[in-house]
């Protein structure tokens, strides 16, 4: 074998296993959120696309009507755009919902989410500082809140769980406290 043909990964044998995945597929045991959310999604990107389309139908107008040999171009990105929107409000939440899973044992917090790029993050329950919880008006009105868990270190330093029945939210929470770890945790 020569230099250039050394592959340090498929050359050792204790990583014969992990080399064709790198990602490893989800736990089959974790809890998904209240399916509430996906119709608060859905509302949330309604009301941001209606405000957006509104300046875009300004937008379009005004350079119709001082540039009318473009009016056909103009009219093309105004209807990519509401295809966007339309994606955006009516997809996407939904896939979003199935893309998001929470786990949590007697030492660590695990969740998944992500559509195209898979987000895995895990927080040892010794490292939790406090917990939050978070319920604007439109939460509210579906019953709804988001879990904040913040660790030692920057701003940064947080995980969320959003879309959790509210009840639900305020469980985790207690159980969270009650479970955090080290004379410097929650």
């Known amino acids: 074998m020569s230099t250039g043909d050394y592959d340090p990964v498929s050359s050792r044998p204790e990583f014969a296993s992990v080399a064709p995945s790198v990602v490893p597929s989800p736990p089959q045991d974790l809890r998904h959120l209240d399916p509430r959310v996906v119709k608060l999604w ?5 009301i941001a696309a209606a405000v957006l389309m ?17 009016w056909p171009w103009v009219l093309a990105a105004w209807v990519a755009l509401a295809t966007l929107f339309l994606w955006l409000v009516f ?13 949590i044992d007697e030492k660590v917090l695990e969740t998944h989410r992500g559509i195209w790029f898979r987000v895995i ?31 030692a270190g920057t701003h940064h330093a947080m995980l969320t769980i959003p879309g959790l ?11 969270l406290v009650a479970a955090g770890g080290g004379d410097d945790a929650v």
């Open 91 to 103: 997809w996407y939440p939904a896939r979003a919902y199935r893309a998001w899973g929470y786990r």
């Open 121 to 151: 993050q895990l927080l040892p329950l010794s490292r939790l500082q406090h917990v939050d919880l978070h319920s604007g008006p439109l939460e509210r009105s579906f019953g709804l809140a988001t879990l904040i868990l913040h660790t």
């Open 42 to 46: 859905r509302l949330t990107h309604a």
């Open 54 to 70: 509104l300046i875009a139908s300004i937008t379009a107008l005004t350079v119709g009507m001082v540039f009318p040999e473009d």
């Open 165 to 175: 029945a509210a009840g639900e939210a305020v469980r985790l929470r207690d159980h």
